[in-house]
């Protein structure tokens, strides 16, 4: 049985906090130094203070759905990804006010104890569908009876994380890189999530400044480690302080070539992409960033938006999606959801098979369903469309690519190779013994 909980999450959102004397209590660990642009560059003077205004573009059903549910609300608040985390909606009343609640949503929400909470920005509320349960982007954040039963292969750490992690809130796996947990906290739960025995939990030792500082000891005493993902839970709920503090710390690392950030932000707090953000991301260049994407539907204007401020900072964005049943699983809607991704400048990364996480088997797809959009895609339009379609392997095993076959044998001096359409070509490839064997699965773009 996995770990149950409260479905109200009793701590404070990490983004919250206003400055360093707030983040770590009464003891300055690292006080924020001021922006490393000017340590360094003492000749810099500052012209103008670029205001930090939000300045979202709203939907048109945004807009209606603020002034239906939220009416006191100025936009200017709407606007203010910590108003948005302030007013998450938690709980069966306040979900039951804005979505008419089907018998299974309300019975689940209404159980005091959930494998993980539930919590939803009102901006991401504004996107689900009042009167269908089975609309993908409702499934995804809404809690079902199904996520209580539990079958045969499902696991609460299915990737083996606890076992490769040295220190507690890393993850070291591959040897030239390193999963960074840097909190528990999301601004909305993803109801099919990998790490849901970490995230929405409380655990006071867990996640601490002291925790991170481990962390980043082991970094620096590895010098084998080019490469740095901070993941969480989401980082991009943290501060701005505390996010600065974390990878001025990391960017000091000699051996650490590059950051990356995990992150689900922009997609369900895209308000969070501020100016002051993206100026403070910049200074820790390279920087590269996953983001989290599900359906179509959720590529609005405010998550344009949001996408082209952090691409204008020069963040390459590369988008990442678990394949889900009844959400996104079939070509048209991930064709779809590719082309809309490359138009807002997110280059498609990975599709991923779900993990077997207890409580998703309503979620999860054959692997052959993943092999028919790859293949559905896969030449049929641009190569930057295509993401890699990939299987994390139970038990630690890491992401194994899976590709419809390509190289089907050889016949002589020639391998022969299946185009999209399924036709046979070859390939002069004199004295070699490629596809003689076995047949190799290759991908072609
Ligand atoms: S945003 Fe990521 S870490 Fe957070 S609930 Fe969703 S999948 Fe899990």
């Known amino acids: 049985m996995p770990e149950e909980t409260s479905n109200a999450e009793d701590f404070e959102p990490p983004g919250t906090s206003d400055g360093p004397g707030q983040l770590w209590g009464k003891r300055v660990v690292d006080p924020l130094p001021q922006a490393v642009s000017d340590i360094e560059n003492p000749q810099i003077i500052r012209i103008q203070k670029v205001p930090d205004a939000p300045n979202f573009r709203s939907s048109r059903p945004t807009v209606a759905f603020r002034r239906r549910f939220f009416p006191e609300t100025t ?73 209580h039963f539990y079958s045969p292969g499902e696991m609460t750490d299915p990737l083996g994380e606890e076992h490769d992690s040295p220190v507690p809130g890393l993850v070291h796996r591959y040897l030239d890189r390193v999963l960074l947990l840097v909190t528990h906290f999301c601004s909305t739960y ?37 490469d740095v993902l901070l993941s969480g839970g989401d980082p991009l709920t943290l501060s701005d302080e505390r996010l600065e503090w ?46 989290h994407f599900t359906h179509p539907d959720e590529l609005t204007p405010e998550v344009n938006q949001a996408c082209e401020r952090l691409a204008d900072a020069g963040i390459p964005l590369g988008g990442q999606t678990v394949l889900l049943a009844g959400v996104n699983d079939n070509v048209e809607t ?43 895609l896969r030449c049929h339009t641009t190569g930057y469309a295509v993401p890699t379609y990939v299987i994390d392997a139970p038990g630690g095993g890491g992401k194994i690519p899976i590709f419809p076959r390509s190289l089907v044998g050889r016949d002589g001096e020639d391998v022969l190779l299946k185009n999209y359409k399924g036709n046979i070509y070859r390939y002069p490839d004199p004295g070699a013994e490629l596809g003689s064997k076995e047949p190799i699965e290759l991908p072609c773009h």
């Open 246 to 291: 974390l990878l001025s710390r990391l960017h000091r690392i000699r051996h650490v070539e590059f950051l990356r950030i995990g992150t689900k932000a922009p997609v369900v707090l895209p308000q969070r992409i501020t100016p002051a953000l993206t100026r403070m991301l910049r200074r820790y260049h390279p920087l590269w960033m996953s983001i």
């Open 75 to 147: 936009l200017t608040d709407w606007n203010d990804w910590r108003w948005q985390l302030r007013h998450r909606v938690r709980d069966r009343d306040s979900l039951g006010r804005i979505l008419r609640l089907s018998e299974d949503e309300s019975a689940v929400l209404a159980h005091p104890a959930k494998p993980l909470p539930m919590a939803i920005t009102p901006y991401y509320a504004s996107l689900l569908e009042r009167d269908n349960p089975l609309q993908p982007l409702r499934r995804t954040v809404v809690p079902v009876a199904a996520e």
């Open 334 to 376: 991930m064709r779809q959801l590719m082309h809309g991704l490359l138009r807002i400048r997110v280059r498609p990364y990975y599709l991923y098979q779900c993990d077997p996480i207890v409580g998703s088997a309503h979620f999860r797809t054959p692997v052959e369903k993943g092999v028919e959009i790859i293949r559905g």
């Open 190 to 226: 993803c109801r099919y999530c990998t790490r849901s025995r970490l995230v929405g939990k409380r655990n006071k030792s867990a996640f601490t400044v002291a925790q991170w500082e481990r962390a980043i000891a082991y970094i620096e005493a590895s010098p084998s480690v080019r």
